[in-house]
């Protein structure tokens, strides 16, 4: 791909200009200046990280105590992983029942984090409406998410919490709360995709980091763009590499921009080119490391691993995503240590719906609640948190081959997350619309 030169970055910024987008970027920034000493210490941030596609949870998080893999393997046959290799999980409270966990064995990085306290596993998380018992889902008496199963309403489902409206998303609730914490909302809410119903609030519009240039999107239908072929990281790194600086003296809008940018340059962790996880987290890290002089003291990202709809060649194609998850969220907590921040990054992860216990033939199917991943400084890791499925078919949970009726909301999820972030309890509900439906309203996998 051609360098981007300053003349040509700085262009694009004027197109940004005439978007509205330029201007009150630079007025946040023409006051940060000052404050930026004092921004630092009060930083934090939500990244979260979409499995596209619906990842089969049954073998991220094989059981390996011996009746549990046995029926695993019983149902699970060709797509079984073998428990010789599966990595063992020791986590601080043992679980119920002798149910033992281990990571498939290509999240041998996230492993070493869970041990090490960094990681926790939330267990049979989904989109419920309202606590659900299994005769209710049966009789269809209490209020059930819309288009259950559908990779379309579920992944709404996911970014909006089951709310009535797909317009509003709960990390866009949750920056609708903190932006007057931030010296300008531009920095607040940043995707790295076009898919980001989840960070669009009332008040807040995500900024979209994509292979197409800036965009600041709303909802589903997108607002104000600029369109170019280079990466936001790549015109960072190019503007970074370039000798011509006679283009910036002339305009101040510009020479803030890039003053604000500038963090970004040093960071030494390796992210891997060939991994798209891996460079959209790069862009993720070096928009923190800017954020003193971006002004921001809270801000929510969004990234998207694709691929995750296995319904053949499963474990191919799934060994393949769980090493790029690996390789990516492990890269990308060593530069949060780098930055000397991981206590105040929090990533987690979300998809649309966990799969069916049941294979068909190499393959698994469309299911419901899933396992998910929070990783940070600040989670109270080596610990599996909500409620461990019974591993079988035609269990309490079982709402047909295998797929888990939930035992934990999005809600409870999202809402955790949000009160560790600083939204306060009596706005916990404005993020969480069904939380008040639930009795445990923090699952306890963040420190205070």
Same mark, same amino acid.
């Given at each position: 791909?051609?360098?981007?030169?300053?003349?040509?970055?700085? +262009?694009?910024?004027?197109?940004?200009?005439?978007?509205?987008?330029?201007?009150?970027?630079?007025?946040?920034?023409?006051?940060?200046?000052?404050?930026?000493?004092?921004?630092?210490?009060?930083?934090?941030?939500?990244?979260?990280?979409?499995?596209?596609?619906?990842?089969?949870?049954?073998?991220?998080?094989?059981?390996?105590?011996?009746?549990?893999?046995?029926?695993?393997?019983? *149902?699970?046959?060709?797509?079984?992983?073998?428990?010789?290799?599966?990595?063992?999980?020791?986590? =601080?409270?043992?679980?119920?029942?002798?149910?033992?966990?281990?990571?498939?064995?290509?999240?041998?990085?996230?492993?070493?984090?869970?041990?090490?306290?960094?990681?926790?596993?939330?267990?049979?998380?989904?989109?419920?409406?309202?606590?659900?018992?299994? $005769?209710?889902?049966?009789?269809?008496?209490?209020?059930?998410?819309?288009?259950?199963?559908?990779?379309?309403?579920?992944?709404?489902?996911? +970014?909006?919490?089951? &709310?009535?409206?797909?317009?509003?998303?709960?990390?866009?609730?949750?920056?609708?709360?903190? *932006? %007057?914490?931030?010296?300008?909302?531009?920095?607040?809410?940043?995707?790295?995709?076009?898919?980001?119903?989840?960070?669009?609030?009332? %008040?807040?519009?995500?900024?979209?980091?994509?292979?197409?240039?800036?965009?600041?999107?709303?909802?589903?239908?997108?607002?104000?763009?600029?369109?170019?072929?280079?990466?936001?990281?790549?015109?960072?790194?190019?503007?970074?590499?370039?000798?011509?600086?006679?283009?910036?003296?002339?305009?101040?809008?510009?020479?803030?921009?890039?003053?604000? *940018?500038?963090?970004?340059?040093?960071?030494?962790?390796?992210?891997?080119?060939?991994?798209?996880?891996?460079?959209?987290?790069?862009?993720?890290?070096?928009?923190?490391?800017?954020?003193?002089?971006?002004?921001?003291?809270?801000?929510?990202?969004?990234?998207?691993?694709?691929?995750?709809?296995?319904?053949?060649?499963?474990?191919?194609?799934?060994?393949?995503?769980?090493?790029?998850?690996? $390789?990516?969220?492990?890269?990308?907590?060593?530069? =949060?240590?780098?930055?000397?921040?991981?206590?105040?990054?929090?990533?987690?992860? @979300?998809?649309?719906?966990?799969?069916?216990?049941?294979?068909?033939?190499?393959?698994?199917?469309?299911?419901?609640?899933?396992?998910?991943?929070? @990783?940070?400084?600040?989670?109270?890791?080596?610990?599996?948190?909500?409620?461990?499925?019974?591993?079988?078919?035609? =269990?309490?949970?079982?709402?047909?081959?295998?797929?888990?009726?939930?035992?934990?909301?999005?809600?409870?999820? &999202?809402?955790?997350?949000?009160?560790?972030?600083?939204?306060?309890?009596?706005?916990?509900? @404005?993020?969480?619309?069904?939380?008040?439906?639930?009795?445990?309203?923090?699952?306890?996998?963040?420190?205070?």
């Amino acid at each position: 791909m051609n360098e981007l030169s300053r003349r040509a970055f700085l +262009q694009r910024l004027s197109y940004l200009a005439g978007a509205g987008v330029v201007a009150p970027m630079a007025m946040g920034l023409s006051a940060n200046k000052a404050r930026a000493a004092t921004a630092g210490p009060d930083y934090k941030a939500l990244v979260c990280v979409l499995l596209d596609g619906g990842n089969d949870q049954a073998n991220t998080l094989i059981p390996i105590d011996t009746s549990s893999y046995a029926t695993y393997h019983k *149902i699970r046959q060709d797509i079984a992983l073998d428990r010789s290799n599966v990595l063992p999980l020791i986590p =601080t409270t043992q679980l119920a029942g002798g149910l033992k966990w281990g990571f498939n064995p290509n999240l041998k990085r996230l492993n070493s984090l869970f041990h090490l306290k960094k990681l926790a596993v939330l267990q049979n998380v989904g989109s419920l409406v309202q606590p659900t018992s299994m $005769d209710q889902y049966k009789n269809r008496s209490v209020a059930l998410p819309r288009g259950l199963f559908a990779h379309y309403n579920q992944k709404q489902n996911w +970014q909006s919490t089951a &709310s009535d409206s797909f317009r509003e998303g709960w990390g866009g609730r949750i920056g609708d709360a903190i *932006i %007057k914490q931030n010296s300008h909302g531009t920095f607040s809410c940043i995707s790295t995709d076009d898919d980001n119903v989840f960070l669009t609030g009332e %008040k807040t519009n995500p900024l979209t980091v994509t292979s197409d240039g800036l965009k600041i999107t709303g909802g589903i239908e997108e607002g104000s763009s600029v369109s170019g072929t280079t990466t936001f990281s790549e015109a960072l790194s190019s503007l970074f590499t370039s000798s011509d600086d006679s283009t910036v003296a002339n305009s101040t809008n510009e020479s803030m921009m890039l003053s604000a *940018i500038q963090d970004a340059k040093t960071i030494s962790t390796e992210f891997s080119a060939e991994n798209t996880l891996a460079q959209q987290l790069k862009t993720v890290a070096s928009l923190i490391k800017a954020r003193d002089k971006l002004g921001a003291k809270r801000q929510i990202f969004f990234v998207k691993l694709k691929g995750f709809d296995t319904h053949n060649d499963l474990l191919g194609r799934h060994d393949t995503l769980m090493r790029l998850l690996d $390789d990516a969220l492990g890269s990308f907590y060593e530069a =949060t240590e780098e930055l000397g921040v991981s206590q105040n990054v929090t990533t987690f992860t @979300m998809s649309e719906f966990g799969r069916t216990l049941n294979s068909y033939g190499n393959g698994s199917e469309h299911g419901w609640g899933s396992h998910h991943f929070i @990783m940070g400084g600040a989670v109270k890791g080596r610990d599996f948190y909500g409620q461990a499925p019974e591993i079988g078919l035609n =269990t309490a949970i079982d709402v047909g081959e295998g797929a888990w009726l939930p035992t934990t909301s999005i809600d409870q999820y &999202s809402a955790t997350l949000a009160k560790w972030f600083g939204v306060s309890d009596n706005n916990l509900t @404005m993020v969480a619309p069904n939380l008040h439906k639930f009795n445990n309203q923090d699952l306890g996998f963040m420190s205070s």
